[in-house]
């Protein structure tokens, strides 16, 4: 076994103690204590003395059982606390993915409305530039009374070119009638 050095030695006494507070050096205290006062001979009033001693380092003791007794009640409340807050961090995760998923549905919502909105606009440009409908009916009115003009004209052309024709007819009959005559004379 090579040589020890001091701080393997306060590493080990370190892990024995546990949280430092010396128990373990005052439970062994305690009971060579106990020991020497169950074997001395001694008299009644150190024997007492020695008693009370034990008796406070028993108190000592007891003291730092509760105390690690508390901590450990006020580590398992801990625990507790721990588990309640990471239920909560996951319940905020969950409604946080879900809220994404929400905002996620509302940005294709908007996109899509967005898109639309697009199209109306390049429609409605379209319809800008041709006329509002009181101005095309105006046109159409003012054609429907022209071509109502020009159906008159024209009864009125073909009622002259019938006339013409059968005058020219007539003036035909009445050459040809002529010629005849003349040639039978």
């Not at 319940?91 to 899509?112: D, F, G, M, P, V």
């Not at 002259?160 to 007539?170: A, D, G, P, T, W």
Request: aromatic share 6%; net charge negative.
């Amino acid at each position: 076994m090579g040589a020890v050095t001091d701080d393997e030695v306060i590493r080990k006494r370190l892990l024995i103690d546990g949280d430092g507070a010396g128990d373990d050096r005052r439970i062994n205290v305690l009971l060579k204590s106990f020991t020497k006062w169950c074997n001395s001979p001694g008299s009644p009033e150190e024997g007492f003395t020695q008693y009370q001693r034990m008796l406070g380092t028993l108190a000592q003791c007891e003291f730092s059982m509760g105390k690690t007794l508390m901590v450990y009640d006020m580590n398992l409340r801990e625990m507790e606390n721990y588990e309640k807050i990471y239920t909560n961090i996951e319940q905020n995760i969950t409604s946080a993915h879900e809220k994404i998923a929400e905002c996620k549905k509302e940005i294709l919502r908007a996109k899509r409305i967005r898109k639309n909105r697009q199209e109306y606009d390049a429609l409605a440009k379209v319809i800008q530039q041709h006329p509002d409908r009181h101005e095309t009916l105006k046109q159409l009115e003012a054609l429907d009374k022209e071509l109502q003009q020009l159906s008159h004209i024209k009864e009125n052309v073909d009622a002259k070119l019938e006339l013409r024709k059968k005058q020219f007819h007539v003036l035909l009959s009445t050459i040809q009638e002529l010629q005849q005559t003349l040639e039978s004379e």
